[in-house]
Every structure is written in C-alpha cells, then in structure tokens.
C-alpha cells in the first residue's frame, strides 16, 4: 500500500525500506533494508542520505521513491547523487517538499531475511514452515480422533461379544 501511494508508513516518526537497486552501494547494499526517519525537507544538508519521490518523468523511477545523497543545496532545490561510482548527479533538483525521510542506517538481519525470503529458496522455506506448522497442529488431533474410534470400536466389539455371549 505504501510503495502504491509513493509514501512510506511511519512509526513512532521511523520507517523501514526496501532499497532495491544498487545505486548508493557501498553505503547502502542492493536490495537492503534501511530505517529512516520523516523528514520534510526543511532540517536537509549536504551530505545527508534522502528518501524522495521522483517527479522526472522522464524516468522510469517516476513516482517511485529514490534514495540519494545530497550533494549541493541551491535555490531550486536539493542536488542529489548515488554514492555508486558509476552515479552521477540527478539531472532533477529535489525540492523540500519532495522529500519524505533521512537515512538513518542499514538493517543488515532484516536485510538478509528479505534476501532469502525473496528468493527461491525463500519461497520452498515459507512452503515448508507452512506444511510444518501445519502438520504440527492438526497431526495430533487427527492421531487423538482415531485412537478415539479405535477405543470406540473396541468397546462395541466387546460388548457386541458380551450380547452375544447373554443369548
């Protein structure tokens, strides 16, 4: 819901995302896990990590939420750049308004969690505790219900004897 609308969900003034590419490497790895805190643009300096929505639309990024580095502050707004050494500065100024968070730091469990789950492997796993927990649940109860008829069936078999045994 929050990527949808372009804003994160905050709690307690602190979000966590999901950085997806590999532009502010090595700060911030591929597809990591950051908390950052709401930011409105106005305490922002140089130097600062940014989260911000794209209004180039003449990225394919638009409307999606950025994660850069601040380099310069001018009149017309925030010029920002991944830390990659491939990345160069923004074509764009991110105005004030535009920013949504401050980096704060990396989740480096989180990250790997997010890691694992997302891959193949994550998938079979999620499956497997599924079926685990599951089976953890409902084995008991189906191995209690037939012991049950078990001990039923028993009872009618003895006392069928018994009446049979009267005649």
Same mark, same amino acid.
Request: proline share 4%.
């Given at each position: 819901?929050?990527?949808? =609308? ?58 999606? +939420? ?6 310069? #502050? ?6 920002? =750049? ?21 980096? #704060? ?11 694992? +789950? ?39 078999? =003895?006392?069928?004897? =018994? ?5």
């Amino acid at each position: 819901l929050a990527r949808a =609308k372009s804003k994160p969900i905050f709690l307690f003034g602190y979000t966590c995302m999901w950085v997806r590419t590999g532009s502010m490497e090595p700060t911030i790895p591929t597809e990591s896990y950051v908390l950052a805190r709401r930011a409105d643009g106005t305490e922002v300096k140089e130097g600062d990590v940014i989260t911000f929505v794209c209004r180039d639309e003449s990225l394919p990024v638009y409307g999606s +939420l950025v994660t850069h580095r601040v380099v310069g #502050v001018t009149d017309e707004g925030f010029v920002t =750049k991944g830390d990659s050494a491939l990345a160069t500065e923004d074509k764009v100024k991110v105005s004030p308004d535009e920013v949504v968070a401050v980096y #704060v730091k990396n989740l480096p469990a989180a990250s790997f969690f997010g890691r694992v +789950l997302l891959s193949k492997a994550g998938l079979w796993i999620i499956i497997g505790v599924f079926v685990i927990g599951a089976a953890g649940v409902y084995v008991p109860a189906i191995i209690k219900g037939l012991k049950t008829a078990d001990d039923e069936g028993s009872r009618e078999s =003895k006392n069928e004897k =018994k009446a049979s045994q009267t005649k």
